[in-house]
């Protein structure tokens, strides 16, 4: 099956916070996303609340509940007890954990696996718990033993970070390294019987290689590339451009 299509609204909520006003509505344009074949929505919502607010969550949560059911709400973030408080109160599908400083620009690394495994352990126990999936962020490095303990400590999946491979937008040699580094990776979760997914920099150009090599990919979740793309070509055409690219038949 082609990797489902999650669209990350923190970008839009960031534009729409450059001013006290209620537009462009988040939740509108992530219904326009879903109603145009997107599988879910994910946020990422950081302590000062720079992009997506607290106060974007339960109507997020309320559009996939009453009018997309078989969708997804994705949400993203460290661990921190805040974020993990908003996790509860909001039942997200799946919960995506990142080892960034909650005051970064954006996620860039993935999870010292064995460094961080006490931690972990006990925060997918909690989610575990509540009955969501867990994906762990990981870098694309092929790592069996990093990968070991994250299916050890209770993940679901693993969500490759894509952010080098990205950047090769003007070097396809380095990209073909980065995708089959990040298709090694893949392949060793796989075996271990962890989902995978991806995100971060994916574009129309660069996802049909990553799904190529990658063609159990479950899910890729995109924010900054597809609204750049939304702003020229609208919204429900780049969902349907994205889905292309993951393989989807649209």
């Given at each position: 099956?082609?990797?489902?299509?999650?669209?990350?609204?923190?970008?839009?909520?960031?534009?729409?916070?450059?001013?006290?006003?209620?537009?462009?509505?988040?939740?509108?344009?992530?219904?326009?996303?879903?109603?145009?074949?997107?599988?879910?929505?994910?946020?990422?919502?950081?302590?000062?609340?720079?992009?997506?607010?607290?106060?974007?969550?339960?109507?997020?949560?309320?559009?996939?509940?009453?009018?997309?059911?078989?969708?997804?709400?994705?949400?993203?973030?460290?661990?921190?007890?805040?974020?993990?408080?908003?996790?509860?109160?909001?039942?997200?599908?799946?919960?995506?954990?990142?080892?960034?400083?909650?005051?970064?620009?954006?996620?860039?690394h993935g999870w010292d696996f064995r460094k961080e495994r006490g931690v972990l352990e006990k925060v997918v126990g909690r989610l575990k718990g509540l009955g969501l999936r867990v994906s762990?962020?990981?870098?694309?490095?092929?790592?069996?033993?990093?990968?070991?303990?994250?299916?050890?400590?209770?993940?679901?999946?693993?969500e490759l970070y894509t952010g080098p491979y990205g950047g090769c937008y003007d070097d396809p040699a380095r990209a073909a390294v980065l995708v089959e580094a990040l298709g090694a990776t893949?392949?060793?979760?796989?075996?271990?019987?962890?989902?995978?997914?991806?995100?971060?920099?994916?574009?129309?150009?660069?996802?049909?290689?990553?799904?190529?090599?990658?063609?159990?990919?479950?899910?890729?979740?995109?924010?900054?590339?597809?609204?750049?793309?939304?702003?020229?070509?609208?919204?429900?055409?780049?969902?349907?451009?994205?889905?292309?690219?993951?393989?989807?038949?649209?």
């Amino acid at each position: 099956m082609p990797a489902k299509l999650s669209v990350n609204l923190n970008a839009i909520a960031m534009l729409r916070n450059r001013r006290d006003l209620p537009w462009p509505s988040v939740a509108g344009l992530g219904k326009i996303a879903l109603t145009a074949g997107a599988s879910g929505l994910t946020v990422h919502p950081r302590p000062d609340q720079r992009h997506i607010r607290f106060t974007d969550l339960s109507p997020i949560r309320s559009l996939i509940d009453a009018e997309f059911p078989q969708a997804e709400f994705n949400m993203e973030g460290y661990p921190e007890e805040g974020f993990l408080r908003l996790v509860e109160e909001h039942r997200p599908e799946q919960v995506t954990l990142v080892p960034d400083d909650p005051a970064q620009a954006t996620s860039d690394h993935g999870w010292d696996f064995r460094k961080e495994r006490g931690v972990l352990e006990k925060v997918v126990g909690r989610l575990k718990g509540l009955g969501l999936r867990v994906s762990l962020f990981a870098d694309a490095e092929p790592d069996r033993e990093a990968l070991q303990i994250a299916r050890d400590v209770g993940a679901d999946r693993i969500e490759l970070y894509t952010g080098p491979y990205g950047g090769c937008y003007d070097d396809p040699a380095r990209a073909a390294v980065l995708v089959e580094a990040l298709g090694a990776t893949a392949d060793i979760a796989f075996e271990l019987g962890l989902g995978v997914n991806a995100g971060h920099d994916l574009t129309v150009a660069n996802l049909p290689p990553l799904a190529a090599r990658i063609p159990a990919l479950d899910e890729v979740s995109i924010g900054h590339g597809l609204t750049a793309d939304a702003l020229e070509y609208g919204m429900a055409e780049t969902i349907r451009r994205f889905c292309r690219a993951c393989g989807q038949p649209v």
